[in-house]
């Protein structure tokens, strides 16, 4: 095990990172906080590069994850383009089941790994290929877009994947009136004003996924949150209701969140999203307030330093992600075509 002096060091750099961040409410990482986990960052890190692995974490990971241990850290997009560029044997996916998947299926000679076991996703579970493939039959001869949220499966039987952030161009450059998208619901009905505002004049009809963390934001919030913090700017993901972002300052993705807070001249921000996402603002605005009263995704929550480390010294049969070749080599053109059509 580590030792007295290395544990300090490592302590030390810990605070460094997360020094800004909120433990809990009200409270910020402690240097002793950081002297409780150093001990598994520490055997994390040595034994990532005697096993030759790389750590893929998404932004709603916790923040000794991210900042104690990742390789790189960032939105499904973002680490499924990382995942592609892994060099190292092994990929150890810190996100939910549907990512690490995405991962094993552009780069299938890794070995993927998965800390938090088969950790789930409302939206990626709320269909299977199979809806799928009975919901086309309802919309012969339309191309179907499928958000990045969702299992090999259904992007097996979809014809474009997209996320968030390129979603409406996407949408608007494909030819024809009628758009089938799957498997969000919330994220459909935002597609469908965020077309409307481009002026692009399309059907798009949906399944009926959500997702659990950001399905739940009502308006009342938005506007208690104004009431609360005058000038505060407000933003939130559109896998919320499109009457709720219809009220708030910015709506788009992670990665489109921390651009836009890093931007701003503004010093006070209300983030209607998920916790993991709010602590990287943190880490990277500490001159900025960030106000955040809920938005935790339990599934993300499943990965922990203790399974990570796990999963490098030996990992357990559902910690290991493998796809169905036939099903991988579908996904992967659903998938490639967004990276083509994203340029
Ligand atoms: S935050 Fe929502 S969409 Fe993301 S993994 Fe959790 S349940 Fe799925």
């Known amino acids: 095990m580590p030792s007295g002096g290395n544990i300090e060091w490592e302590s030390a750099r810990l605070f460094s990172q997360l020094k800004n961040i909120s ?15 150093a001990p598994y960052t520490l055997e994390i890190n040595r034994l990532k590069k005697e096993k030759d692995a790389f750590i893929l974490a998404h932004s709603y990971t916790n923040p000794e994850i991210m900042y104690g241990v990742a390789d790189a850290v960032g939105d499904s997009y973002g ?12 990929i150890i996916f810190a996100g939910v089941w549907f990512m690490a998947e995405t991962a094993k299926i552009i780069n299938p000679s890794k070995t ?11 939206l990626a579970d709320s269909m299977t290929g199979e809806d799928l493939v009975n919901f086309k039959k309802k919309h012969p001869g339309a191309p179907v877009l499928c958000y990045i949220n969702s299992s090999a499966e259904v992007k097996a039987q979809a014809d474009i994947c997209v996320t968030s952030a390129n979603v409406a161009s996407i949408a608007a450059k494909i ?31 949906y399944t009926g996924g959500s997702c659990c963390v950001h399905d739940k934001y009502t308006a009342d919030e938005v506007k208690n949150m104004r009431a609360k ?115």
Request: hydrophobic letters at 40%; aromatic letters at 6%; proline letters at 5%.
């Open 79 to 90: 680490l499924s383009l990382a995942a592609s560029k892994v060099k190292q044997k092994t």
């Open 229 to 343: 913090y005058p000038g505060i700017k407000i933003l939130i993901h559109p896998e919320a209701p499109p009457d709720v972002c219809a009220l708030c300052d910015y709506v788009g993705g992670t990665e489109g969140m921390l651009k836009y807070v890093a931007a701003s001249k503004d010093k006070t921000f209300g983030l209607l999203t998920e916790i993991g996402l709010v602590n990287r603002l943190e880490h990277d605005n500490p001159g900025k307030t960030i106000i955040w009263e809920r938005g935790t995704c339990a599934y993300m929550k499943k990965n922990t330093l203790f399974n990570t480390l796990a999963a490098l010294k030996e990992p357990s049969a559902r910690q290991i992600v493998d796809v169905e070749e036939k099903t991988a080599r579908a996904a992967l053109k659903c998938i490639d075509k967004m990276f083509e059509m994203s340029k």
């Open 112 to 122: 993927v790994l998965i800390p938090g076991g088969r950790a789930g996703c409302t």
């Open 175 to 205: 030819s024809g009136d009628k758009i089938i998208f799957a498997p969000d619901m919330l994220m459909a009905q935002n597609l469908i004003v965020m077309l409307r505002a481009q002026g692009v004049k399309k059907e798009i009809v």
């Open 23 to 37: 433990l809990r409410p009200g409270a910020k990482w402690t240097l002793g906080d950081c002297r409780v986990v």
